[in-house]
């Protein structure tokens, strides 16, 4: 029987790559046996069906999902309100561009103002309850100012690795939450080799992407908050602006797992990832174009976040699209930056280079037929606007 405190349905943590399960009642990395990602498996036998009636009584952040969260004890969740950001339908925007309607969900609106508090709030609250002693992340920025501030709250020191072309603000939120700041020359990937350098030598909990295993349990919570916002329904589609994957393969593994506990109806969206066309690495696997990006070179992009070269977790991403019968497609930086002005103008929106991506996607999505006008469309929008003007080359 689960009490208050330990209400985690945590049964393992298992090898994406050979299926071997891991304890989850130890810290753990990437796999031991192919050092691959690690997935979170829950039991929910002992309680099938795990009804949503519970959430009420929940908190009204992300961690009202706690039962399919891997924290044990509630004591040790690091919480600064992440979650529970708003789900919309765009006034203007649908209109203009030929559709019946399009929801915009706003993870602008998370503590640090990206998505990404969700997976440093669940990261953090697994340090915290292992005892770790220091965290370490490479990041193209938001993740840097999220793992800065959940280790402030912590009490955990954090150092995080940059590249110095990342615009100030990133740098500065890093310094003001107390955050060691290590800038390199490069892409994420570049940092994530200094991250290793540094992580050996002084034995500090790596929380890159995909190179520990909860993260994505954060992130994943976005696909619960969209199913409990709509009704318990699912949108026919859903574009995510994908780096790192972490969101994309967090969405689906939530829709599969409350498939798997009768919360939702057979019915899954198909997912699109988007990418910029400086770096567009999982574009160019699905096309057919190299076999994998384990050599693939990018270029810096306005939508620091798509920069990542050589995302680990490519075989994953490459899944989720597969079963889900989706699609990948990149837009340039034009098309960026004048997306990211027409939802400002339009909408009263400052979004994200990467959220402004998804908007650029749509013509051409629609024009290929990809998409119908008729279908239910979900637009996730990772972050703030705000962090990224000193990109966009405003004149003054």
Known sequence: MKTLETLSLLHSLQCSRCGRHHDPFRLQQTSVCCQAPLVAQYDTADVFPLSTEVLPAHSDNMWRYLEMLPV?????????????T??????????????????????????????????????????????????????????GGALSAYCAAAGIPAVVVMPRHTPKIFKEECWMYGAELVLVDGLINDCAAEAARIREARHCFDVSTFKEPYRLEGKKTMGYEIAEQLQWTLP?????????????IGLWKA????????????????????????????????????????????????????????????????????????????VSETEIKQYMQLLARKEGMLAAPEGAALVAALPKLLQEGVIQPDEDILLLNTGSGYKYLENLGIPA
């Open 236 to 248: 026919d589609v859903i574009l995510y602006p994908t780096g790192g994957g972490t969101g994309l």
């Open 86 to 143: 708003p789900l919309q339908t765009l006034r203007h925007l649908p209109g203009m561009l030929g559709f019946d309607r399009l929801y915009w969900k706003d993870e602008s609106l998370n503590p640090t103002g990206s998505f990404k508090a969700r997976g440093l709030s669940a990261a953090v609250s697994k340090a915290k309850e292992f005892g770790v002693e220091s965290c370490i992340v490479p990041t193209a920025g938001n993740a």
């Open 72 to 84: 044990f004890d509630v004591h040790n969740i690091v919480t600064l309100g992440e979650g529970m």
């Open 255 to 330: 829709f599969r797992e409350m498939l798997a506990l009768g919360w939702i109806p057979d019915k899954m969206p198909r997912m699109i990832a988007v990418q910029a066309e400086n770096c567009q690495p999982v574009v160019a696997t699905w096309n057919g174009l190299q076999p994998n990006a384990r050599e693939y070179n990018g270029r810096p992009s306005i939508a620091n976040g798509l920069a990542v070269p050589r995302p680990f977790a490519e075989p994953l991403m490459l899944d989720v699209l597969t079963q889900s019968h989706g699609h990948c497609m990149a």
